[in-house]
């Protein structure tokens, strides 16, 4: 597709199940970003992937959340033993590097309730 | 990555300029300056960029203080269309290599246009 593409669009699940979340970036874009932003609240950074290099985590709220990108490829971002308040929408975005410049490109967002 | 100052909400009527402060007193010299804009329910959509020159595109200007501690986002004839959070982002330069940097989101400002 021409765009980011998030799968599944909406996720309820039980508190204390695992959930994963997919996100498929634009062909060639070496970076990829995942951000949550709760209902009313503004995008918080979770974690980044660029190239091979270790990604940066900083974001991620606690060793329940883990994501995986292979190569420059579909990134998977896992939650374990989900609670109510990791209920949100999950972002992710994809930028190409190497220039100065280039915007990030988002999807439509994985919309996880936790009930 | 530096701060951002945003007013929580603006009010334009349709068709007027639309005029969006944001204050970075602390960017640095390799910083830009990024706005980005989300739609309800959609993820946040690239605007327009700017180091220290005005900027203008098809959607928007940038207007950048001489000493850059603060910009402007200009919408010239603003429609319902334009209804949504605004986010002001300062973001360090990638290198030629193309060393990327997380997008450090604020809460934006929420625009709402009216007839």
């Known amino acids: 597709g021409a765009g980011v593409s998030q799968s599944p669009s909406n996720k309820v699940t039980e508190k204390g199940k695992d959930v994963e979340l997919r996100c498929d970036p634009i062909s060639g874009h070496t970076a990829l970003y995942w951000y949550r932003q709760r209902l009313g609240q503004g995008l918080e950074f979770l974690i980044y992937?660029?190239?091979?290099?270790?990604?940066?985590k900083s974001g991620l709220p606690s060793d329940r959340f883990s994501a995986e990108r292979t190569g420059e490829s579909v990134s998977t971002l896992t939650i374990q033993r989900t609670q109510q308040e990791d209920s949100a929408v999950y972002l992710c975005a994809s930028r190409v590097l190497g220039q100065s410049h280039t915007e990030a490109f988002f999807g439509q967002g994985t919309r996880l309730t936790v009930v | 990555d530096a701060k951002t100052t945003q007013p929580t909400s603006m009010d334009c009527a349709e068709g007027r300029a639309a005029n969006l402060p944001c204050n970075h007193s602390t960017i640095s010299g390799n910083e830009y300056v990024y706005w980005y804009r989300q739609i309800h329910s959609q993820g946040p959509q690239y605007i327009i960029h700017g180091l220290k020159n005005n900027e203008t595109n098809e959607m928007a200007s940038l207007i950048i203080t001489e000493d850059r501690k603060s910009s402007t986002l200009i919408l010239p004839h603003a429609t319902l269309r334009d209804t949504a959070v605004y986010y002001c982002i300062v973001r360090v330069r990638s290198t030629n290599t193309g060393t990327a940097s997380k997008l450090t989101f604020g809460t934006g400002t929420r625009l709402q246009v009216t007839l």
């Open positions: 992937f660029q190239g091979n290099s270790a990604p940066d």
